[in-house]
Every structure is written in C-alpha cells, then in structure tokens.
C-alpha cells in the first residue's frame, strides 16, 4: 500500500517538475548536488545501478532500488530506468513510505 503512495507521489513530483529521468541526467544531477533522492529499477542493468549507486554513495544521496521500471515508468509516464528527486519535501516523504 505504501509502495503506491510512494509512486502516486512521484507521478506528482513528476508532474510539478522536480525529476530528473534518465541515467546521465541524474547522474549530472547528483554531481552538482541536486538530487535529493535517486530512484533505480530493480531490474536495471548491473552497470547502470553499479554507476549511479556508487554516485549517491559519494555525494550521499540517499539511494532506493524497490521499484520495477514498469512500475516507475508508469508512475512518472515515461519509460525510465533511473529517477532523481530534486525536492527535498517529495524525497522526504518516499524515502518515509518506501521504509515503513
């Protein structure tokens, strides 16, 4: 139940303009320090989640990887394996569904 709020509340954050989506750009983003959260499909390639893991572990960021990219595709509407969140208020508050 809290893993779909998580996402409806990504679907909003989406909506209201604070993601990122893609590897690079979140990568970039989390480089310059503007990614609150960074969100990788459990199904990525062992590259891509190895690159942006190892990013969000050096700038610490905190890093979720509970989501199948259908699942993330469908709640932001595109097909994307990586998400960033860039508010500090939408990540606080997946971070708080996706753990309890």
């Given at each position: ?50 690159k ?30 990586v ?8 990540a ?9």
């Open positions: 139940m809290n893993k779909q709020k998580a996402l409806n509340l990504l679907g909003l954050a989406m909506r209201a303009g604070k993601l990122v989506t893609g590897e690079e750009m979140t990568v970039q983003k989390i480089r310059t320090q503007e990614v609150k959260l960074a969100l990788v499909a459990e199904n990525a390639g062992k590259n891509t989640r190895k942006v893991k190892d990013k969000s572990a050096f700038y610490q960021v905190p890093f979720v990887d509970c989501f199948h990219s259908s699942e993330l595709s469908q709640a932001i509407g595109r097909q994307r394996l998400v960033g969140v860039l508010d500090s208020g939408f606080k508050k997946i971070k708080e569904l996706i753990s309890s």
